[in-house]
């Protein structure tokens, strides 16, 4: 069964700093990989996604994450945070026929704060 | 584009109770999935609809149902409600391309409190 780990439930940073964010994941195939963000009481946002192909991605905001087979990894990072970026992070993992669009199985979350 | 639109945005009934949550997908998007948020928590999948049928099933119990429409339009329906269902219903709409990949977009969510 394929499962999804996001060691840290919260992390703080202060506004103009580097940010990664970890995410583990368990699945017997090819994964398909996704970081959405969610802020309070609202559906969730795609901010990046791997398929297949060249590992480092990058997605909107400035954000961007690498898949590393080797660690059954896929970090978020950005650059330089700012304040809006405040919300909760989830990593997911994909598995169906076409893979994608079909049955995501999430990660618990880690939930970004930003101190200006 | 309207995008993945939820309806009510927030519920609220009585143990016991029967609920029916409904979702219009993204235009052009033919696959309705429905995934529980509880409080604090991961989304979880309930089931997945194509074509009019079921096609995936997460471990939710049978009280849990749904229905895909012609206009690909579903819903989600929950029997006998339960404390422990309190939670954001998500619909995620996606278009099914054969041999392809393709992203899921979600809905607002449906704030249901079952008291």
């Known amino acids: 069964a394929q499962s999804v780990t996001q060691p840290d439930i919260h992390i703080t940073v202060s506004e103009g700093a580097s940010l990664e964010l970890r995410c583990n994941y368990s699945?017997?195939?090819?994964?398909?990989l996704f970081w959405y963000v969610q802020s309070p009481g609202q559906g969730l946002q795609l901010l990046l996604k791997y398929f297949s192909g060249d590992t480092l991605v990058q997605g909107i905001k400035g954000f961007e994450a690498e898949f590393k087979r080797s660690q059954s990894s896929f970090n978020l990072r950005k650059p330089s945070v700012h304040w809006s970026d405040a919300a909760e992070y989830f990593c997911a993992v994909g598995q169906g026929v076409t893979g994608g669009g079909n049955k995501l199985t999430f990660g618990t979350g880690t939930q970004l704060k930003v101190e200006l | 584009d309207a995008g993945v639109t939820q309806s009510p945005t927030h519920l609220i009934k009585t143990r016991g109770q029967q609920v029916t949550l409904r979702c219009s997908p993204k235009s052009g998007h033919d696959t309705v999935s429905w995934y529980q948020q509880a409080l604090g928590q991961g989304p979880q999948f309930i089931f997945q609809?194509?074509?009019?049928?079921?096609?995936q099933r997460g471990n939710f119990p049978d009280r849990f149902s749904g229905h895909q429409f012609p206009n690909y339009s579903s819903e989600l329906n929950v029997n006998a409600l339960l404390l422990g269902d309190s939670a954001l219903y998500l619909c995620?709409?996606?278009?099914?391309?054969?041999?392809?990949?393709?992203?899921?977009?979600f809905g607002q969510g449906t704030r249901l409190t079952v008291v």
């Open positions: 995620a709409s996606s278009r099914e391309v054969r041999a392809s990949n393709t992203e899921a977009f």
């Open positions: 609809y194509y074509e009019e049928e079921e096609r």
């Open positions: 699945y017997g195939a090819t994964p398909y």
